[in-house]
């Protein structure tokens, strides 16, 4: 009788441990995956972002080696099924607290973006959806309606621009994308 209740509590410990395995497995995204959804314990909300952000290279030289990427990303937060859109754009520039808004261009038109906000509370969270690449860096917080996100989603070229302000005087900075077989834009935009 002890054997039998012995393999019989093994065969449960067994079939449990799998069950957990599988579990964890369904409940864990990698980061590389073309949308992602998190549940921000800060917040409460639930954030569908792209697994990493779109990379823009810089167009224009410059001697040091700060600054030759920025990050691009759509994400949208769900607050008990209200759901809304948001643009996150991230640019590295000397003086992160004194910059222009950048201009995101999309196929080389303008996308028509209303006003940004400056931290991640402009669009109800206490952190960026995204990782911070630098220290340095600005960010930027845009809504983003439907017209936009297909927009997003359709483009083959994204472009930021931007004018920064720095002690050697104005300078033009412009980063650029070619989407090409990415297709995590617009599997974002369709879901």
């Not at 410990?13 to 864990?28: D, E, K, N, P, Q």
């Not at 309606?145 to 472009?159: I, K, M, N, P, T």
């Amino acid at each position: 009788m002890t054997s039998r209740f012995r393999a019989a509590t093994r065969a449960r410990t067994v079939l449990c441990a799998t069950l957990l395995m599988i579990a964890g497995g369904c409940a864990t995204v990698p980061d590389d995956a073309a949308v992602v959804e998190d549940l921000d314990a800060d917040t409460g909300l639930t954030i569908a972002r792209l697994g990493r952000p779109m990379e823009l290279y810089r167009q224009t030289f410059r001697p040091d080696s700060t600054g030759r990427f920025a990050f691009l990303g759509p994400f949208e937060t769900n607050h008990m099924g209200t759901r809304t859109m948001f643009l996150w754009v991230a640019v590295p520039v000397e003086n992160p607290d004194v910059t222009g808004t950048p201009t995101i261009l999309l196929d080389g038109k303008a996308l028509g973006l209303g006003e940004a906000g400056r931290s991640a509370d402009f669009a109800g969270l206490r952190k960026s959806p995204y990782r911070i690449p630098t220290p340095w860096i600005a960010m930027y917080y845009f809504r983003l309606d439907g017209e936009s996100l297909a927009q997003l989603g359709a483009a083959q070229r994204l472009e930021v621009a931007i004018e920064e302000t720095t002690k050697e005087g104005n300078r033009h900075l412009e980063y650029m994308a070619e989407i090409g077989a990415d297709p995590r834009l617009g599997e974002f935009a369709r879901r």
